[in-house]
Structure formats: C-alpha cells, structure tokens
C-alpha cells in the first residue's frame, strides 16, 4: 500500500511529526507532501524531526484569498496524484490544506485517514474556517482518528460509521514529550541562548500568542489592552512572539512596544517556543495547540476565543474561555497570579504521548494487511 502524509503548516507539522518517526521506526514507506502555507516556520520544524518532503507544493502567494489558496492546493495535488497513485493519505486537523488535500484525494478515489478528527465548535464563524474546514474533512474521509471520547462521540453524532473512528489522544502530546526529551539532553539554539540573555527568568514569566482572523482589528486591540494592564499591576515579565499577519503586527507594536516587561519577539521556531513555554507560569493565547500542550507542563491557559473546540481543556480546569472580554482577562489573570499555588498538577485530557504508536498499529494492522 502506498501512503501518503500531507500537511501545509507548522502546527500541522508538529502534530504529523511524530506519526512520520513511528512510520519510519517500523520502516513502513510513506511519501511526504508539504503545500508550504507557512513556508519558513514548517521548515523549521521539519528540520528539527528530521523530515525530508518528497513533493512540496509552495502555494503561497503574496495576500491571496482563502479560495485562491483552496484552488491552488487542488490543481497542484493533482498533479501529485497524476505521477503516483496512493491507496491512503493522511491528512490532519482543520485547515485549508487538509480539507482540500483530502477532496483531491477524494476525486482520485484514495482513502483518506483524518488525524485529530471530531473537534467542534458548530460555530462556521468561529473559528473561521477552521470549523467548517474540519467538518467537511469528516464527511470526505474514511478512517477518523480522533484524540478525545468527546470528539468520538461528536462524529458519531454525525452519523460516522463507529468502526472507523479510533480514539487515540492527540500527537501534539507525542511531539511536546520528544522535544522535552532533547531539551533536558542539552539541546540548544541561538533562539533559546537570546532568550535566556533578554528575559529575566528570575520574575515570573506569562507567555501571550495570537493569531486567529476573527480578532483582527478590535479582539487584538483588546487583548493588548488587557496585557498593557497586566503588567502594570504585577511584577512579571511578559513574552510576545508577534505573528507576521501584519492584522497582528500592526496592532500590538502599536500597543505594546516600548514597554519595560513586556517583550515582542520574532516568532520563535519550535523547540524554542515549548522551551519558553515551559518556562512561564501563565499563557494567554488563541492557539488550540497550546491548550493541549500546556496541561502536560502544568500551565494554565487563558483562551482568548469566544469559543473553543477544545472543550475538554475548560471541563478539567487546565484552560479558561475568556474571549476578547479586557476585564475578563484582566480578571482571571490576576486570579492566577494572587494564587497560592499556581502551578498544581494537571491531568491532560489531550493524552499521554502514544497517539502515533495507537495510529500507526491501526494502519498496520487494520489497512496495510488488508491491502
């Protein structure tokens, strides 16, 4: 059986990351497919795990739409089926990548496993169009791995047939404990020996990401006033890697540069950011990676999002929805910071770090012996 694995971005990357190890550990042959939608950030990562793309798509064009980046990924996904039939791709989460990649292989009559299946917000708008995207995913694909009994049940909802859905805890748990692993076996680079120069680790450290398209413009400006009242009212210091969506940039420069503790950087790569990550005592983010890589680091996160289909993170307490509400964040913030204990031991409901060896036997065992 020919497999192919596809993936355009950086979180998708890093959650594949450890599915391609465990293909490559049992040498089981695969190709890899890259559409290169965050071009030098995926490059990073693919570096770091030591992945080599067999095709790379490079889609991106200077601020293109949405359908742009759809019909551009269709036509050159093509192409790929056109020089190699594959009887299974692999595709993951909620972006436009995925879904797209999984409709070609659709039209080409391939099977298509789709990881970190069954997270909803039934919300089209948000987020947008992640949602919707990871919907569409669902009806295309044949074999459903999702991460949560949560979001097994979600697609049962749907009336997926119960079969192809497998429950196995989601690999950004897998990437984060690999990359740990090499952190506390000295691995080091310029990112983190900068960090370690410009931040005083002393303080306590709160970490801030954003980057979701229905912030622009006021969510951003809200944020941003919620973090400038922060670090006036504690002694912490505050560490912003700034997206380069110039929605983002614009804002928070504008907003937040030139402030004592607080630190805009360049987006970091990625064992710079969960180094930094495991440093801080605080997130406040947007991104769903974070909310199921901080429990396993016992860190709570404050989910800048009006809603999150990551609703196990909230149930267990390991993540807090307080949207783009200033006074919400500023509250719940404060809330963590005047606490006792900041930092008690968190369960994470996300996994344990075996979901590519739980995905990998399904295939093994399940569709590569009944090729």
């Not at 002694?235 to 940039?249: A, S, T």
């Amino acid at each position: 059986m020919n497999l192919l694995i596809c993936f355009g971005t950086r979180p998708e990357a890093i959650k594949m990351a450890p599915i391609c190890m465990e293909l490559n550990k049992r040498k089981i042959p695969f190709k890899l497919c890259v559409t290169g939608q965050h071009k030098e950030m995926l490059q990073q990562v693919l570096d770091f795990f030591d992945l080599i793309p067999d095709y790379d798509l490079n889609v991106m064009l200077p601020n293109q739409s949405l359908n742009t980046l759809s019909s551009r990924i269709l036509v050159e996904m093509d192409k790929v089926f056109e020089k190699e039939h594959f009887d299974l791709v692999l595709v993951h989460g909620d972006t436009t990548t995925s879904t797209l990649v999984a409709l070609a292989a659709f039209h080409r009559h391939c099977k298509v496993a789709h990881i970190e299946a069954g997270l909803r917000t039934y919300n089209k708008q948000s987020p947008f169009p992640e949602e919707l995207n990871r919907q569409l995913t669902a009806r295309i694909s044949d074999f459903h791995f999702a991460p949560t009994q949560k979001a097994k049940n979600n697609l049962l909802k749907e009336s997926v047939n119960e079969s192809s859905v497998i429950v196995t805890g989601n690999t950004v748990i897998d990437a984060l404990h690999i990359t740990i692993n090499k952190i506390e076996n000295g691995y080091s680079n310029a990112f983190i020996e900068n960090l370690n120069e410009t931040i005083n680790f002393n303080k306590r450290v709160i970490l801030v990401t954003g980057h979701r398209r229905e912030s622009f413009g006021s969510g951003f400006k809200n944020v941003c006033e919620a973090i400038l009242e922060i670090s006036k009212k504690h002694d912490v210091e505050i560490v912003y890697p700034v997206h380069l969506n110039p929605n983002v940039q614009n804002v928070v420069y504008k907003r937040l540069a030139g402030k004592d503790n607080i630190h805009l950087i360049t987006p970091l790569d990625y064992p710079s950011f969960i180094w930094l990550m495991n440093k801080a005592v605080l997130i406040i983010s947007d991104s769903g990676g974070i909310q199921e890589e901080a429990p396993s680091l016992n860190i709570p996160v404050l989910v800048t999002r009006e809603t999150t289909e990551r609703e196990e993170g909230v149930t267990s307490g390991c993540s807090i929805l307080v949207g783009i509400n200033v006074n919400k964040i500023i509250h719940e913030a404060n809330r963590i910071l005047t606490a006792d204990k900041v930092n008690d031991k968190m369960t994470n409901p996300y996994g344990d770090g075996i979901a590519a060896i739980k995905i990998v036997d399904f295939i093994q065992n399940n569709i590569l012996i009944n090729d």
